[in-house]
């Protein structure tokens, strides 16, 4: 059964791509109210499944709603959501909760992972720092998406690079978390770079 088939590819690691549907597992994080929900809901085919409570009055001395001042929900597990990029390959997105007591949950939710997307307000850079720090010292392959938010500086790519003192490669892409098309096209950056990081791993292995 097709479905089947695709839950058995479901760890990323493409045996029969050609024959079978490939589903590949992304995580989207980053800072409090960077966008993640926002992003999984914008390109998700299936209604994201979100597990937000509001913001509770115990809550409201950690969690940092500066420069977020509409925000009233916080996701206290993950959000997930499905995309397909072309026929045959769709990525499953798992945002990570973004607040530092919910870091238990990242070990898990980082098995198998293809990649993961970061990210990042401009406003807030620093936010991103744990997320970047996490996907490089386990050696997943991540991209920074900036979501451009109205009222934010414009930096260029390079400029987020540096601050972030990213590894040479590791694209940093523009974004509006908002827009589906804008959002997929993170996801196909993710998914090529990852890809050749991926298979030159592979080909450094085998010698
Ligand atoms: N103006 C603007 N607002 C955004 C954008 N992305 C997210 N938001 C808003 O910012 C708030 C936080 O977004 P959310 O997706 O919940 O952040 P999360 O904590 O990372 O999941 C929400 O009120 C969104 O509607 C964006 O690109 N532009
Ligand atoms: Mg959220």
Known sequence: MASER???SFDGNGEGADTAPLALKILVAGGFGVGKTTLVGAVSEIRPLRTEEQLSQVGESVDDTGGVAQKTTTTVAMDFGRITIR???SLYLFGTPGQDRFWFLWDELSQGALGAVVLADTRRLEDCFPAVDYFEHRRIPFVVAVNCF???RNYGAHEVSQALDLDRGTPVVL?????RDS??????RLVEYAGRMHTARLLDSVG
């Open 6 to 8: 695709s839950d058995s």
């Open 87 to 89: 026929s045959g390959l």
């Open 150 to 152: 109205a009222g934010a």
């Open 175 to 179: 974004c509006d978390a908002r827009d």
């Open 183 to 188: 959002g997929k096209e993170v996801l196909i």
